[in-house]
């Protein structure tokens, strides 16, 4: 696996500037452990996992045109083998709030998930979402959210389908629409997937603690472990 981190972000409903920026913020902290971030286009990604990057981070849901009476996808059957090949051979995965949304259940890129979104309500509400670490210090979920206190913002609240008795719950939402799964991890062949479904708007993206735990999801992601974006510890 080489230092690079891919990234697609944005889609018909969520602009790619704003995660971007909160994207390029989390990862400074890998930055000065070499690690380099590159956002790229979906129809790039099956060449770019070529290269063995050391994650891939999606933050774009799997229509393209949402609106249209029969929305056309853009994951083709070979883009999913690649990706699921990818992983399986030690590559790691983060799907970020829509990078889990609109995918095909069942599948194969949902099944390396082990979960999926399945609906938000129309209007955006304040969601808290609380940290539920197992208090075991090898737990991995629990490096994901160590130091990181329940936070809340108005926020688009995914409410999401999780085979919880196969992965690592560490985050929960919940809102006046009712409760939910809101972050997950586990081992999948010789690499790793992370799924955290918050956040929608620029305010939430740059929040404080999201911004923690964007960060300690990427680092979980390629096995580094930092306590934030200014004070790094590498534990190999």
């Known amino acids: 696996m080489n230092k690079s981190i891919l990234a697609i972000v944005g889609d018909y409903y969520h602009q790619g ?20 971030l590159e956002f ?20 774009r849901e799997d229509r393209v045109d949402p609106q249209h009476e029969n929305p056309r996808t853009w994951m083709t059957q070979a883009i999913e083998d690649a990706i699921v090949g990818y992983v399986q051979s030690g590559g790691s995965w983060l799907a970020w709030h829509a990078g889990m949304a609109s995918y095909p259940v069942p599948g194969m890129y949902t099944d390396m998930l082990r979960g999926h979104f399945e609906w938000h309500p129309k209007e955006n509400a304040i969601v808290t979402y609380v940290p539920c670490a197992s208090g075991e210090s090898d737990i991995a979920g629990d490096f994901i959210v160590s130091g990181i206190d329940a936070f809340e913002f108005r926020d688009e609240h995914y409410f999401v389908s999780v085979r919880s008795e196969e992965t690592r719950i560490f985050l929960r939402s919940k809102s006046n629409d009712g409760e939910s799964i809101a972050g997950w991890c586990h081992q999948f062949g010789q690499g790793r997937v992370c799924c955290i479904t918050p956040a929608h708007s620029n305010e939430a993206l740059r929040h404080e603690q999201m911004q923690r735990l964007l960060a300690r999801s990427l680092a979980w992601c390629v096995a580094e472990q930092f306590a934030d974006n200014s004070n790094v510890n590498v534990e190999r």
Request: glycine share 10%; net charge negative.
């Open 17 to 36: 500037d704003g995660i971007k920026e909160a994207l390029k913020q989390a990862f400074s902290g890998l930055e000065s452990l070499g690690y380099r």
């Open 40 to 59: 790229i286009q979906h129809d790039s990604l099956e060449k770019s996992l070529g290269s063995s990057p050391a994650a891939v981070v999606i933050y």
